[in-house]
């Protein structure tokens, strides 16, 4: 079972991935109630949380129900990355990550997220700072290289391990790939038959469906796999999953019933979080991924991204239970 400092984490956990404006509380709750292990809140950054940003302490609200939590910060400035860890900790969650792996230009063009995979004494430098001024265990996510002539995952991976890192993800992609072309486990694999490597090992990149989980644990050997983009909208992926584990068999996929519950208490939950109108607003993001192929759907998501009003967004929920209440979906 692997272990993050003193979180013990079940046998094989699932974690719900870090993304930007999606990984927020009402999010992660209901990947939590779909079975979830291990969460992450969305990135922050260092100069943000430093300057007081509140957009960037906002991402700070955890809550207990979540645990184990971790917080995210990025940065490529060791004494930002350092306060930003001090401040971090006063919120106390279960561990800190750091981001080593987002491609976005606007981050990578400040030398942090991917960008630091080019320079891995700045990487090693950025940890340690993290690592000496927080008691938290410290875990890092990161890519596979910057592009397919600079794969350095296994000197990351070790010098990362040397200097305390407790939990190593990777997304088997390069920077430049971003989130295009196939994931390449076979770099993961690698790193997980060294016999140097103790800590453990999480894999990220493509996984959509408990016969690939099923496929990529075996094949590949990880300790735990992260999921990103196919839990936007779809939260039951978790224990559709573990129950493929246990059963070798499908759960059956979400009813219209659930996807109308999940969706709406998203809605009254991100509203509870961050106010009516700006839950509301972006909220309307998720409606297309949690109502996906369903027949005839278009006229009512175009209500629910139409409508304001905390009320009236409410009864186009319950229109919407009226209209498909028979409605079976035969596929997911």
Partial sequence: ???????????????????????????????????????????ISSEGLIRDAIKSRQKLDIFDYERPVGIQIFGGDEEAMAMSAKIVETVQPDLVDINFGCPVKKVVSKG?????????????????????STSLPVTVKTRL???????????????????????????????????????????????????RITMPIFGNGDIDQPEKALEYKNKFGVDGIMIGRAAIGYPWIFNEIKHFFETGEHLAAPTMKDRIEAAKNHLIWSMEWKGERLGIVEMRRHYTNYFKGIHGFKAYRQKLVTTDGAEDVLKVFDEIADAYHDYIITEQ
């Fill in 1 to 43: 079972m692997p272990k993050i400092g003193n979180i013990q984490l079940p046998d094989f956990p699932l974690l719900l991935a870090p993304m930007e404006d999606v990984s927020d509380p009402p999010f992660r709750r209901l990947c939590k109630m779909h079975g979830a292990d291990l969460m992450y809140s969305e990135f």
């Fill in 112 to 132: 942090a997220g991917a960008g630091v995979l080019k320079d891995v004494d700045l990487m090693v430098r950025l940890t340690q700072a993290v690592i000496k």
């Fill in 145 to 195: 290289g910057w592009d397919e002539e600079s794969i350095n995952i296994d000197e990351v991976a070790e010098r990362l391990q040397d200097i305390g890192v407790q939990a190593l993800t990777i997304h088997a992609r390069t920077r430049s790939q971003m989130y295009k072309g196939h994931s390449d486990w076979t770099h993961i694999a690698r790193i997980k038959d060294n016999p």
